[in-house]
């Protein structure tokens, strides 16, 4: 494994400053009940959506496997048990 540089103080400044700006904003959130529920509401749109993508990616991840010749036996009977199950 590469080491990486330590980051200069400027950098590790930049950061902070950053990390500042991006706390103070979520407590501005935090404190404001419609802009939090707001937030939450958006946040299980965006949770389905990301396990909607996951569930695809990983039918394409066994699809890929199998074309591939390296598909796990489950994979086999998976596909096995949604044709003839």
Do not use: V
Not at 1 to 29: F, H, N
Not at 30 to 59: G, T, V
């Amino acid at each position: 494994m590469a080491d990486q540089a330590k980051p200069s103080k400027e950098e590790e400044k930049w950061k902070a400053e950053d990390d500042a700006r991006t706390l103070a904003g979520a407590m501005a959130i935090l404190d404001d009940p419609e802009r939090l529920k707001k937030a939450k509401k958006a946040a299980k749109k965006l949770l389905e959506q990301e396990e909607e993508w996951a569930e695809e990616a990983e039918q394409k991840r066994k699809a890929m496997a199998r074309l591939a010749g390296k598909g796990k036996m489950s994979d086999y009977s998976d596909k096995f048990n949604e044709i003839y199950g």
